[in-house]
């Protein structure tokens, strides 16, 4: 039964029938009651009986919300105000079904808060994840709360009681210790070597401190030392090739023969197996709650999900992918032999995920003939909707929300087209479609879809043909939050675009393109858009030759790296600014830390094709996000560098905010007092160092002034009475020459007899 449900006047009757003249806590009649109904007194032991059954109260209100952070109006104006508040969440949430919306009132004003239900608490939790923390005009934020959230909310302690360590455990094992370092460090994993004796290593990141390693960098774990090893007395070579993050860096996942395994915790310990013959790729969803491993031959792609938190194998699909035929009858299809990896797709919040079988592909020993998008749930793994899409050649998930933008090519008779659909429930208690919107692409060709971080935007790259010979490239805006869903379009002169990139977190995208085709680019350029509240504008460009811009998780510094030559160039793109210029000879990667205050740059080789003329060189830089190279480490034969990733901040995007305005007011002293404690401690040890230096040479050569007086004895004895001024000796050369043997060898002559 709902909240409003018990205002029914049926409920009001038969709470009023069966608990007249009843005491509620005993059950006991009141006799005098009783006596006026023309009732005899019941006794304490005798049952008592109802003429009508007692209602059940349902109390479980999770389609229920509390809306707060609302202006308060009058009592006249509070209707208006409850028809604005659904107008406006069903521009997010356009399905979403309102059965009540109840807004409190004193002395004919409006508390700042109101009630709403939902027809599901599905359609509640989702409202609440699109809604929450954001404005609701220029003076107002919306916050959202679960009603069953509400006693705990109400009776919370006024003082704040940190949690235990104990709380913080999965499984006996802390899998964010490291997160608990005291000075904010990230890590990094190292994976160098040949591949016979390839050596696993990781390091704190610590260039300011300089750690203990003669390499700088402080070393948090090292394989050689430490128990992470499946079978002692295999060779190394047995052990592991490569090995991944997952997406929150709670685990270290290594590849093995028989499988995959994950470590984690303080002590890098092993976490879980999972078995998987010959295992060639694996995914994590973005909550690290599931795994995806595959393995392919020539004849079939075996990919199987696991859940990771429970440890244990999910057999969902084993799903046996063969070229051009189908599993049950052998016939002959026309599709790719190998799967595109990843095979699927997940939602930002690890329930749903999906897989897009084009046309002629076989799924689950199913033959596609058009098209098909199959979407599946968690935890249970199943298919919970499956759509037909005829020509679907691309598709994506929002990183925001449970939307899917898809593109289908042109055909003879139909246009290109991009569309987005939200998969929300329905009131049957399955899952539907909500097509949010089309859009028809003609001579499209080519098509890329680019998400910003949040959800926010849609980035659409295609190619327009306006000859057999001649392209034209165009980049469409979707404005996902925005009511209809809005598209901008910007027109690239240049024929070529190479890369698309949002800024994290931000409205800036930058946009690499140039003249001549996509063998031979000339004339390159780095464009960086805007997207305002109103349009999308071009703020600069730049001509420069670089392939890629690599943002800062942080945003507004990035750096713009070229394949050839190794130069790298640190630009403030916030302020258009040019930080730094450098250069790193055979430079293979760039990776920025999570924080964004540091940036990596390495040489590396892949495993299986190290060539040993150039192992010497390899190795890693690290630089500060201004450009400044704080550490050079020479690593030979390295193949990996990979940063741990952190797990999202827990601060909403106004304390994030907050925090940045109010830095140098509250913390700026703090972090100077500290970085003068760093330097004090960098000059006592390098002055410790020299000290030491200098004592342990002033030893050696007091051993040694001993040594010479302990043999003057000798010498006196040897060659008489010896002074140990110099000018008392002269130097002679003396040549002596010793035969140690003769050997002749007779010579054979050929005489010509002419």
């Not at 190794?566 to 999570?594: I, M, T």
């Not at 003329?613 to 996000?625: D, H, L, V």
């Amino acid at each position: 039964m709902s909240a409003t449900g018990l205002l029914d006047p049926r409920y009001q009757k038969a709470a009023t029938t069966a608990n007249r003249a009843t005491d509620r806590t005993t059950g006991i009649v009141d006799p005098h009651l009783a006596a006026k109904q023309g009732k005899a007194p019941v006794r304490k032991s005798d049952p008592v009986e109802f003429s009508e059954p007692c209602p059940s109260l349902d109390s479980n209100f999770t389609n229920i919300l509390i809306i707060a952070g609302l202006p308060v109006v009058d009592e006249s104006k509070a209707s208006k105000l409850s028809d604005f508040l659904k107008r406006d969440f069903l521009r997010v949430l356009p399905n979403a079904i309102f059965v009540d919306v109840y807004m409190h009132t004193v002395n004919k004003k409006s508390l700042g808060y109101c009630f709403i239900e939902l027809d599901t608490p599905e359609m509640a939790e989702e409202l609440k994840k699109l809604k929450d923390g954001k404005p609701m005009d220029a003076k107002n934020t919306y916050r959202i709360f679960n009603y069953n959230d509400y006693e705990s909310i109400v009776f919370s302690p006024d003082e704040f009681v940190p949690p235990s360590q104990t709380d913080l455990k999965q499984g006996g094992r802390n899998l964010n210790t490291w997160l608990l370092d005291e000075f904010g460090r990230d890590q990094f994993v190292l994976r160098y070597g040949a591949e016979n004796a390839a050596e696993t290593q990781i390091c704190w990141n610590d260039p300011v401190r300089r750690g203990t390693e003669s390499d700088g960098m402080e070393v948090f774990f090292d394989k050689r030392k430490s128990e992470l090893k499946i079978h002692p007395s295999k060779p190394p070579m047995l052990w592991t090739k490569y090995v991944k993050w997952s997406t929150h860096g709670s685990y270290l996942a290594t590849f093995h023969t028989q499988g995959i395994q994950l470590w984690g915790g303080p002590e890098c310990l092993q976490m879980g197996k999972f078995e998987h013959d010959k295992v060639q790729q694996i995914e994590f969803s973005p909550g690290e709650k599931y795994l995806v491993t595959a393995s392919w031959t020539h004849t079939e792609c075996i990919v199987k999900v696991w859940d990771v938190v429970k440890k244990c194998h999910t057999k969902l699909l084993t799903t046996a992918i063969r070229p051009g035929q189908l599993a049950e009858n052998h016939r002959e299809f026309k599709f790719e032999a190998n799967v595109q990896w990843p095979v699927f797709q997940w939602s930002h919040d690890d329930k749903y995920f999906f897989r897009v079988t084009q046309r002629g592909q076989t799924f689950m020993g199913k033959e596609n003939k058009d098209g098909q998008l199959n979407v599946f749930q968690t935890p249970s793994l199943k298919g919970i909707k499956t759509c037909d899409i005829k020509g679907i050649q691309e598709a994506c998930w929002s990183p925001g929300a449970h939307i899917i933008a898809y593109w289908i090519p042109e055909t003879k008779n139909t246009p290109a087209s991009i569309s987005m659909r939200q998969l929300i429930p329905d009131s049957a208690g399955g899952f539907k479609f909500d097509i949010l919107r089309e859009k028809s692409l003609y001579a499209a060709e080519n098509a890329q879809m680019h998400w910003q971080s949040n959800g926010e935007f849609l980035c659409v790259k295609f190619s327009l043909r306006q000859s057999k010979k001649t392209l034209r490239t165009n980049l469409e805006i979707f404005r996902m939050l925005e009511k209809d869903i809005p598209v901008e379009v910007i027109d690239i002169a240049d024929p070529v675009v190479l890369h698309v990139a949002w800024e994290p977190r931000g409205r800036t995208l930058s946009i690499i393109h140039g003249q001549g085709d996509s063998s031979n680019v000339t004339r390159q350029m780095v464009s960086f858009y805007e997207v305002t509240t109103k349009n999308t504008k071009l703020r600069y460009s730049l001509e420069r030759n670089c392939d890629r811009v690599h943002w800062s998780p942080s945003g507004s510094v990035a750096v713009l790296a070229p394949l050839e030559p190794r130069a790298l160039e640190f630009y403030d793109v916030k302020n258009n600014q040019k930080l730094q210029s450098s250069e790193h000879f055979k430079c293979s990667g760039v990776a920025w830390d999570p924080s964004g205050r540091y940036v990596a740059t390495f040489a590396a080789q892949p495993l299986e094709e190290q060539s040993w003329q150039f192992a010497a060189e390899n190795g890693y830089k690290i630089w500060s996000f201004q450009g400044e190279l704080l550490v050079t480490v020479p690593k030979e034969s390295l193949f990996q560098f990979i940063w741990r990733p952190r797990p999202p901040s827990m601060l909403s995007s106004q304390q994030g905010s907050d925090i940045k305005r109010e830095l140098k007011a509250k913390y700026w002293t703090e972090f100077e007092l500290e970085a003068q404690k760093i330097a004090k401690s960098i000059q006592n040890a390098a002055l410790t160092h020299r000290q030491k230096m200098q004592k342990d040479w002033r030893e050696f050569l007091r051993s040694c002034v001993a040594t010479y007086n302990q043999e003057s004895l000798e010498r006196q004895e040897k060659f008489g009475e010896v002074s140990d001024d110099e000018e008392d000796h002269t130097l002679s050369d003396t040549v002596v020459q010793t035969l140690i043997s003769i050997t002749e060898t007779p010579l054979e002559t050929t005489i010509n007899q002419d």
